[in-house]
């Protein structure tokens, strides 16, 4: 495989002859609220080429795009794919006839009851997991009983963490992934979150434009590298370099961490 072209800035990325330009969020555009230099202006040049590809599974698009707006990237719902909301949008349309449950964030709970996939069963035939900020000893009980009771397991994406503004790593669906295997024993695991090249697909069929027109942005050699190359699309890796560490204070002490009521 040819060796991906690494920039260190959005500046150094030539994307003049590119239809569509699809990027990673975290750790690309953004961390933990923080806007990377050059995103904004960035996101402008791209105008309606732009489509996002990440792997969250906390939020739906239209309340990323939300948040977005707020941070000076008015990036439209439409054009936002994303690992968690997306596994829920294959499930009810490929799976809606079995019992699930689901083990996510609100804002994929509230979808998820939009579109049918919840029905209280005690034995669900299916289980799905994102990054749920609630989950405690009493989810990894259930979720561990439902695996080791045979259900099937989706997650929304297999990452261990993203990295946070500050520098610390951020828990990811992985990491609790691991913790059910953990108290279940290994177990097989269903995902369209990179490195698979789901949204990739997604993202090329919806815009129209052939692979070898377009092009994907990211930070991770391991999801974002792996997916386009499985695509067959051209990648590109950007490696910001380090906050200072008067921004790591600043995160740090306005509440950087995420914290939620549960």
Same mark, same amino acid.
């Given at each position: 495989?040819?060796?991906?072209?690494?920039?260190?800035?959005?500046?150094?990325?030539?994307?003049?002859?590119r239809?569509?330009?699809?990027?990673?969020?975290?750790?690309?555009?953004l961390?933990?609220?923080?806007?990377?230099?050059?995103?904004?202006?960035?996101?402008?040049?791209?105008g309606d080429?732009?489509?996002?590809?990440?792997n969250?599974?906390?939020?739906?698009?239209?309340?990323?795009?939300?948040?977005?707006?707020?941070?000076?990237?008015p990036?439209?719902?439409d054009?936002i794919?994303?690992?968690?909301?997306?596994?829920?949008?294959?499930?009810?349309?490929?799976?809606?006839?079995?019992?699930?449950a689901?083990?996510?964030?609100?804002?994929?709970?509230?979808?998820?009851?939009?579109?049918?996939l919840?029905?209280?069963?005690?034995?669900?035939?299916?289980?799905?997991?994102? %990054?749920?900020?609630?989950?405690?000893?009493?989810?990894?009980?259930?979720l561990?009983?439902?695996?080791?009771?045979?259900?099937?397991?989706?997650?929304?994406?297999?990452?261990?963490?993203? =990295?946070?503004a500050?520098?610390?790593p951020?828990?990811?669906?992985g990491?609790?992934? %691991?913790?059910?295997?953990?108290?279940?024993?290994?177990?097989?695991v269903?995902?369209i979150?990179?490195?698979?090249?789901?949204?990739?697909?997604?993202a090329?069929?919806r815009s129209?434009?052939?692979?070898? %027109?377009?092009?994907?942005?990211?930070?991770?050699?391991?999801?974002?590298?792996?997916?386009?190359?499985?695509?067959?699309?051209?990648?590109?890796?950007?490696?910001? =370099? =380090?906050?200072?560490?008067?921004?790591?204070?600043?995160?740090a002490?306005?509440?950087a961490?995420?914290?939620?009521a549960?």
């Amino acid at each position: 495989m040819q060796r991906p072209e690494t920039v260190s800035s959005f500046a150094e990325i030539d994307l003049a002859d590119r239809s569509a330009i699809l990027c990673d969020l975290d750790g690309c555009l953004l961390s933990s609220g923080h806007v990377y230099d050059g995103a904004r202006d960035f996101v402008r040049a791209c105008g309606d080429r732009l489509w996002i590809v990440s792997n969250n599974s906390s939020d739906t698009s239209a309340t990323l795009a939300a948040r977005l707006v707020g941070l000076g990237l008015p990036i439209l719902a439409d054009r936002i794919l994303l690992a968690g909301e997306q596994t829920l949008r294959f499930l009810a349309q490929d799976q809606s006839h079995k019992a699930l449950a689901v083990y996510v964030d609100a804002p994929l709970r509230t979808l998820a009851k939009e579109l049918g996939l919840t029905n209280g069963s005690a034995t669900p035939e299916i289980v799905v997991m994102g %990054r749920d900020r609630c989950f405690g000893l009493g989810t990894l009980e259930e979720l561990a009983a439902h695996v080791v009771d045979g259900a099937e397991l989706w997650a929304a994406n297999l990452d261990l963490s993203h =990295p946070a503004a500050t520098g610390y790593p951020v828990p990811e669906t992985g990491a609790l992934l %691991r913790a059910v295997e953990a108290c279940a024993g290994p177990f097989a695991v269903r995902s369209i979150g990179k490195p698979a090249p789901d949204l990739i697909e997604i993202a090329l069929a919806r815009s129209g434009v052939e692979r070898t %027109r377009a092009v994907f942005i990211g930070d991770n050699l391991a999801t974002d590298g792996e997916a386009a190359r499985a695509a067959g699309v051209a990648f590109i890796r950007i490696v910001h =370099p =380090p906050v200072s560490s008067e921004l790591r204070t600043d995160n740090a002490s306005n509440g950087a961490r995420e914290w939620v009521a549960c």
